[in-house]
């Protein structure tokens, strides 16, 4: 299966032939390609681990009696490449608000003062490239996968949506 950064790569690649076929100089600037590839490998990590979590979270509500005990999710309308997973008053949101970097966040609305937010726990993923002009996300500077991410941060989301009555 080709990655969608391979197939802008090569599309990049296409448009440049096509300007020198037609007499026109080629305006290959690496730098910019490499910004388009991350631009796509993090719209398309951020969609892996949406899948993965809703996933996940399907599962778990499967197995949960009790309807608080379920995690709900959703959509930021305003920030492009972002949503959230939700129980018990804390939400846990991922979004990038640029190319090569995402950025996991874990609030709690305090019930004495709702417009007072609490940070429990954050996190940033970055995107580098790796031998052969891939794309690796690093996580505490260790190369990470979709699944590993979403393992690892809802196991830490669940302990932290605890009910105080659990």
């Known amino acids: 299966m080709i990655s969608d950064s391979s197939i802008k790569w090569i599309e990049n690649l296409a448009d440049q032939e096509g300007l020198i076929l037609r007499g026109q100089l080629p305006s ?17 990590f951020i969609r892996e681990l949406k899948t993965q979590w809703i996933t996940l979270s399907k599962l778990f509500n499967a197995r949960m009696k009790e309807p608080s005990l379920s995690i709900v ?13 939700e129980r ?3 939400r846990l949101i991922v979004s990038s608000s640029c190319s090569a970097a995402i950025q996991i966040k874990c609030e709690k609305l305090l019930p004495e003062s709702p ?6 726990f954050s996190g940033v993923l970055e995107a ?3 031998g052969f002009e ?11 996968t979709s ?20």
Do not use: C
């Open 73 to 85: 999710w959703g959509e930021i309308p305003d920030r492009a490449h972002s949503f959230y997973l």
């Open 88 to 90: 018990n008053g804390v």
């Open 115 to 120: 417009a007072r937010i609490s940070t429990l």
């Open 147 to 166: 699944e590993q991410l979403a393992r690892y941060y809802l196991t830490e989301f669940l302990q932290s949506s605890r009910s105080p009555k659990n």
């Open 134 to 144: 891939e794309v690796h996300w690093y996580f505490l500077e260790k190369v990470i």
């Open 28 to 44: 290959l600037d690496i730098n910019r390609t490499r910004e388009e590839v991350l631009s796509v490998a993090t719209a398309v």
């Open 128 to 130: 580098r490239f790796s």
